[in-house]
Protein backbone atom coordinates (compact mmCIF):
# COMPACT_ATOMS: atom_id res chain seq x y z
CA UNK A 1 0.00 0.00 0.00
CA UNK A 2 1.24 3.60 -0.66
CA UNK A 3 2.39 5.38 2.31
CA UNK A 4 0.41 8.42 1.18
CA UNK A 5 -2.97 6.73 1.18
CA UNK A 6 -5.79 8.14 3.97
CA UNK A 7 -8.72 6.46 5.09
CA UNK A 8 -11.16 9.13 6.73
CA UNK A 9 -14.83 8.13 7.41
CA UNK A 10 -17.36 11.16 6.20
CA UNK A 11 -20.81 12.20 7.48
CA UNK A 12 -20.47 11.20 11.12
CA UNK A 13 -23.83 10.45 13.32
CA UNK A 14 -23.52 12.26 16.54
CA UNK A 15 -24.48 10.13 19.52
CA UNK A 16 -24.49 11.62 23.23
CA UNK A 17 -24.49 9.66 26.28
CA UNK A 18 -25.03 12.00 29.71
CA UNK A 19 -25.88 11.08 33.09
CA UNK A 20 -27.65 13.63 35.03
CA UNK A 21 -25.91 14.90 38.01
CA UNK A 22 -28.92 14.82 40.50
CA UNK A 23 -30.35 11.66 39.16
CA UNK A 24 -31.40 10.00 42.54
CA UNK A 25 -33.88 12.42 43.59
CA UNK A 26 -34.80 13.38 39.80
CA UNK A 27 -36.06 9.55 39.30
CA UNK A 28 -37.70 9.50 42.50
CA UNK A 29 -40.01 12.74 41.22
CA UNK A 30 -40.31 11.25 37.57
CA UNK A 31 -41.25 7.93 38.75
CA UNK A 32 -44.31 9.40 41.04
CA UNK A 33 -45.59 11.55 38.11
CA UNK A 34 -45.42 8.67 35.83
CA UNK A 35 -47.12 5.73 37.77
CA UNK A 36 -49.72 8.13 39.01
CA UNK A 37 -50.75 9.36 35.54
CA UNK A 38 -50.39 5.55 34.44
CA UNK A 39 -53.32 4.44 37.58
CA UNK A 40 -56.06 6.52 35.64
CA UNK A 41 -54.78 6.97 31.93
CA UNK A 42 -54.54 3.70 29.62
CA UNK A 43 -52.05 5.29 27.49
CA UNK A 44 -51.57 5.16 23.53
CA UNK A 45 -49.95 2.61 21.53
CA UNK A 46 -47.47 3.69 19.18
CA UNK A 47 -43.91 1.56 18.55
CA UNK A 48 -44.62 0.18 21.83
CA UNK A 49 -45.20 -3.56 22.55
CA UNK A 50 -46.81 -4.35 25.85
CA UNK A 51 -46.23 -1.58 27.66
CA UNK A 52 -47.55 1.63 28.44
CA UNK A 53 -47.21 4.83 26.81
CA UNK A 54 -48.25 8.45 27.76
CA UNK A 55 -49.62 11.00 25.59
CA UNK A 56 -46.65 13.70 24.97
CA UNK A 57 -46.79 16.71 27.46
CA UNK A 58 -45.44 15.05 30.04
CA UNK A 59 -44.24 18.67 30.22
CA UNK A 60 -46.88 19.78 31.17
CA UNK A 61 -48.20 17.16 33.97
CA UNK A 62 -44.79 15.94 34.95
CA UNK A 63 -44.06 18.59 37.17
CA UNK A 64 -40.81 20.46 37.81
CA UNK A 65 -38.93 17.51 37.62
CA UNK A 66 -40.40 16.79 34.23
CA UNK A 67 -38.95 20.72 33.54
CA UNK A 68 -35.65 20.22 34.84
CA UNK A 69 -35.08 17.07 32.50
CA UNK A 70 -36.60 19.18 29.36
CA UNK A 71 -33.81 22.11 30.57
CA UNK A 72 -30.95 19.64 30.54
CA UNK A 73 -32.43 17.71 27.20
CA UNK A 74 -32.09 21.95 26.18
CA UNK A 75 -28.82 22.82 27.24
CA UNK A 76 -27.21 19.51 24.77
CA UNK A 77 -29.33 20.36 22.03
CA UNK A 78 -28.01 24.04 22.37
CA UNK A 79 -24.10 22.80 23.00
CA UNK A 80 -24.46 20.67 19.89
CA UNK A 81 -26.35 22.33 17.35
CA UNK A 82 -24.51 24.88 14.77
CA UNK A 83 -26.42 27.48 14.41
CA UNK A 84 -27.12 30.11 12.49
CA UNK A 85 -29.35 32.62 13.90
CA UNK A 86 -30.28 31.53 17.44
CA UNK A 87 -33.03 33.93 17.86
CA UNK A 88 -34.80 33.14 14.68
CA UNK A 89 -35.96 29.50 16.75
CA UNK A 90 -36.56 28.66 19.99
CA UNK A 91 -36.45 25.10 21.26
CA UNK A 92 -40.23 23.34 21.50
CA UNK A 93 -40.12 20.06 23.57
CA UNK A 94 -42.05 16.78 23.09
CA UNK A 95 -41.92 14.53 26.21
CA UNK A 96 -43.87 11.18 27.21
CA UNK A 97 -43.26 8.27 29.39
CA UNK A 98 -42.73 4.71 28.84
CA UNK A 99 -43.66 2.19 31.56
CA UNK A 100 -42.16 -1.51 30.31
CA UNK A 101 -43.01 -4.86 32.41
CA UNK A 102 -41.60 -7.82 31.48
CA UNK A 103 -42.16 -8.60 27.77
CA UNK A 104 -42.08 -5.37 26.56
CA UNK A 105 -40.10 -3.83 23.36
CA UNK A 106 -40.07 -1.23 21.05
CA UNK A 107 -40.30 -1.73 16.98
CA UNK A 108 -38.03 0.35 14.94
CA UNK A 109 -38.77 3.68 14.25
CA UNK A 110 -37.92 7.25 13.86
CA UNK A 111 -39.04 10.41 14.38
CA UNK A 112 -39.63 12.64 11.63
CA UNK A 113 -40.12 16.75 11.66
CA UNK A 114 -37.96 17.64 15.08
CA UNK A 115 -33.92 18.30 15.21
CA UNK A 116 -32.88 15.91 18.15
CA UNK A 117 -34.73 12.62 19.95
CA UNK A 118 -33.46 11.69 23.04
CA UNK A 119 -34.18 8.84 25.84
CA UNK A 120 -33.60 9.06 29.45
CA UNK A 121 -33.93 5.93 31.96
CA UNK A 122 -35.65 6.63 35.24
CA UNK A 123 -35.12 2.91 36.17
CA UNK A 124 -33.45 0.73 33.97
CA UNK A 125 -35.41 -2.86 35.26
CA UNK A 126 -32.24 -4.54 35.86
CA UNK A 127 -32.40 -4.26 39.44
CA UNK A 128 -28.63 -3.92 39.77
CA UNK A 129 -28.10 -7.11 37.87
CA UNK A 130 -25.68 -7.21 35.05
CA UNK A 131 -26.84 -10.37 33.55
CA UNK A 132 -26.71 -9.36 29.72
CA UNK A 133 -29.51 -12.29 28.73
CA UNK A 134 -32.58 -9.62 30.50
CA UNK A 135 -32.20 -7.80 27.43
CA UNK A 136 -33.98 -4.29 26.68
CA UNK A 137 -30.75 -2.88 24.77
CA UNK A 138 -31.82 0.02 22.97
CA UNK A 139 -30.97 -0.36 19.26
CA UNK A 140 -29.28 2.49 16.76
CA UNK A 141 -29.53 0.99 12.76
CA UNK A 142 -27.20 2.27 10.77
CA UNK A 143 -29.46 4.26 7.88
CA UNK A 144 -27.14 2.67 5.02
CA UNK A 145 -27.96 -0.96 6.54
CA UNK A 146 -29.63 -1.93 3.30
CA UNK A 147 -26.66 -2.01 1.05
CA UNK A 148 -25.23 -4.83 4.06
CA UNK A 149 -28.28 -6.53 3.18
CA UNK A 150 -28.35 -6.30 -1.16
CA UNK A 151 -24.50 -7.96 -1.10
CA UNK A 152 -24.26 -11.73 -1.83
CA UNK A 153 -21.70 -12.33 0.51
CA UNK A 154 -20.60 -10.84 3.96
CA UNK A 155 -18.90 -7.47 3.16
CA UNK A 156 -18.36 -4.59 5.07
CA UNK A 157 -16.33 -1.66 5.05
CA UNK A 158 -13.00 -1.47 7.31
CA UNK A 159 -13.35 1.53 9.39
CA UNK A 160 -9.85 3.48 10.31
CA UNK A 161 -9.00 1.30 13.25
CA UNK A 162 -9.29 -1.83 11.12
CA UNK A 163 -12.51 -3.08 12.32
CA UNK A 164 -15.16 -4.09 9.92
CA UNK A 165 -18.11 -1.15 10.79
CA UNK A 166 -21.30 -2.31 12.08
CA UNK A 167 -24.98 -2.09 10.96
CA UNK A 168 -26.05 -1.27 14.57
CA UNK A 169 -25.39 -0.56 18.32
CA UNK A 170 -27.11 -2.23 21.32
CA UNK A 171 -26.72 0.43 24.52
CA UNK A 172 -27.38 -1.00 27.77
CA UNK A 173 -29.24 1.30 29.89
CA UNK A 174 -28.22 2.87 33.34
CA UNK A 175 -30.78 4.67 35.40
CA UNK A 176 -30.19 8.15 35.68
CA UNK A 177 -28.32 8.00 31.92
CA UNK A 178 -29.96 10.20 28.99
CA UNK A 179 -28.82 9.01 24.95
CA UNK A 180 -29.48 11.95 22.41
CA UNK A 181 -29.21 10.87 18.67
CA UNK A 182 -30.58 12.52 15.63
CA UNK A 183 -34.37 11.68 14.97
CA UNK A 184 -33.86 10.08 11.53
CA UNK A 185 -32.03 7.62 13.36
CA UNK A 186 -33.74 4.25 13.08
CA UNK A 187 -33.64 2.59 16.65
CA UNK A 188 -35.75 0.34 18.37
CA UNK A 189 -35.40 -1.99 21.76
CA UNK A 190 -35.22 -5.34 22.68
CA UNK A 191 -37.86 -7.13 24.05
CA UNK A 192 -37.25 -6.72 28.12
CA UNK A 193 -36.70 -9.64 30.38
CA UNK A 194 -36.62 -8.28 33.79
CA UNK A 195 -38.56 -9.14 36.61
CA UNK A 196 -39.35 -5.42 37.38
CA UNK A 197 -40.66 -2.61 35.71
CA UNK A 198 -38.54 -0.21 33.35
CA UNK A 199 -39.42 3.22 33.27
CA UNK A 200 -38.00 5.23 30.09
CA UNK A 201 -38.45 8.95 29.02
CA UNK A 202 -38.81 9.72 25.45
CA UNK A 203 -38.03 13.60 24.31
CA UNK A 204 -38.17 15.42 20.92
CA UNK A 205 -36.84 18.76 20.40
CA UNK A 206 -38.19 20.55 17.56
CA UNK A 207 -36.86 24.16 15.93
CA UNK A 208 -40.16 26.63 15.83
CA UNK A 209 -40.05 29.99 14.41
CA UNK A 210 -39.19 32.47 17.08
CA UNK A 211 -42.25 35.17 15.97
Given at each position: ??????????????L????L??????????????I??????????????????????????????A?????????????????????????????????S????S???????????????????????????????????????????????????????????????????????????F???????????????????????A?????T
Open positions: MSSTLQLANLFETPLIDVPDAQQLNVDLRRSIELRSTNPGVRKSNWNGWQSDIDMIHWGGEAGRLADHFIRLCNNFSFVVDPNAFVWSIQMWANVPPGANEAHVHPGVVWSAVYYVDDGYAGSDDRTLGGELVLYDPRMPFVRMLPFDVRYRKPDGQPSESQAAIRPIAGQLIMPPWLLHSVHPFRGRGERISIAMNAAVAN
